[in-house]
């Protein structure tokens, strides 16, 4: 019988969707390396350097007030945000 359960378990588990395993914190990540790659220009986040090699600093999009706002710290991130990535819809 014990046999049986565990087998049981590992069929629940392979059948659970791999975002609704994911830690919260890998799914932040997840929304952030998107947030990031869908960003039209190269200077998304702070941290990140445009063309010429120079820190985007103060330049970035995260930085100015208006137009494109790209989630670049975990902080950006939002429980709603999680939520719609878990659910399938993206933030």
């Given at each position: 019988m ?6 049981f378990?590992l069929?629940a588990l392979a059948a ?13 990540q997840?929304i952030?390396?998107?947030s ?5 220009g190269n200077?998304?986040?702070p941290?990140n ?6 820190s985007?600093?103060?330049?970035s ?16 991130v ?6 719609a990535y878990?659910a399938g819809?993206?933030p």
């Open positions: 014990r046999v049986v359960l565990t087998a378990g069929l659970t969707p791999t975002l609704a395993r994911d830690s919260d914190a890998q799914v932040k997840r952030i390396e998107q990031i790659a869908s960003y039209s200077c998304p986040c941290y350097t445009d063309r010429a090699g120079r985007c600093g103060r330049r999009a995260h930085s100015r007030a208006g137009g494109e706002a790209p989630k670049c710290y975990v902080g950006d939002t429980a709603r945000d999680v939520a878990r819809s993206r």
